[in-house]
């Protein structure tokens, strides 16, 4: 059984710095695309980064561009998020995913992710 798991949310300051991990079990991800989407109350859930299979590649939304970093680990089956100078408007639940075609361009759609986790709350107080 394939499962996303991320952990590492929680409240922080305006300004502060989180990083999430998202640890997948159950199968290999390092021969494909991951990414992290969140979604706010009342809001569509959207596109925040994505890594290429290898770690080389990245994209990010432009709303975190320069203040978040996305990072792999295929030894250990682990995406992350480094999230700085963090603000209010970045509150939101946090979802790690994975493409399921190998070595396919970063996707930034969220029907083009197939795996899912469940979702970690971070919340960033004014």
């Known amino acids: 059984q394939v499962q996303l798991v991320e952990s590492g949310g929680g409240l922080v300051q305006a300004g502060g710095s989180l990083k999430l991990s998202c640890a997948a079990s159950?199968?290999?991800?390092?021969?494909?695309?991951m990414g992290w989407f969140r979604q706010a109350p009342g809001k569509e859930r959207e596109f925040v980064a994505g890594?290429?299979?290898?770690?080389?590649?990245?994209v990010y939304a432009d709303s975190v561009k320069g203040r978040f970093t996305i990072s792999r680990d295929n030894d250990k089956n682990t995406l992350y998020l480094q999230m700085g100078s963090l603000k209010p408007e970045d509150t939101a639940v946090y979802y790690c995913?994975?493409?399921?075609?190998?070595?396919?361009?970063?996707?930034?759609?969220?029907?083009?992710?197939?795996?899912w986790g469940q979702g970690i709350q971070v919340t960033v107080s004014s």
């Open positions: 995913a994975a493409d399921v075609i190998a070595r396919r361009l970063i996707r930034t759609q969220r029907n083009e992710y197939y795996y």
């Open positions: 159950g199968r290999t991800f390092s021969n494909y695309v």
């Open positions: 890594i290429n299979w290898s770690g080389g590649s990245t």
